[in-house]
């Protein structure tokens, strides 16, 4: 098992920023894939970033290429999510996810690839 806990989340304005950390209770998240999955209300969960077990590669949704960042910290211990030019429609609760596995390709973007959920935590972008 691994315990997520995302933090982070709230109210912003369009155009504004937000990050986004999951911490796994302490163990290092070095030999996970993880990623970040959201999901806006009455819409199914979407893929929005990803960073590979090896190397540390990242992988982001054509919607927010550009404007989010993934990353591990030094430690390994806190996965974040930079978020910037923040839009009304990044409006969701935001998932960290993570797996034993070494996924790639579009494994990466699937939730269903990904064993370990962390409760979700809101972010709003008002227009």
């Known amino acids: 098992q691994v315990p997520l806990v995302e933090s982070g989340g709230g109210l912003v304005q369009a155009g504004g920023s937000v990050r986004l950390s999951c911490a796994a209770s302490g163990q290092s998240l070095n030999r996970y894939t993880m990623g970040w999955f959201r999901q806006a209300p009455g819409k199914e969960r979407e893929f929005v970033a990803a960073i590979k077990w090896a190397g540390g590669s990242t992988v982001y949704a054509d919607s927010v290429k550009g404007r989010f960042t993934i990353s591990r910290d030094n430690a390994k211990i806190t996965l974040y999510l930079q978020m910037n030019s923040l839009k009304p429609e990044d409006t969701a609760v935001y998932y960290c996810?993570?797996?034993?596995?070494?996924?790639?390709?579009?494994?990466?973007?699937?939730?269903?690839?990904?064993?370990?959920w962390g409760q979700g935590t809101q972010v709003t972008v008002s227009s």
């Open positions: 996810a993570a797996d034993t596995s070494i996924l790639f390709g579009s494994r990466l973007s699937r939730p269903n690839e990904f064993a370990y």
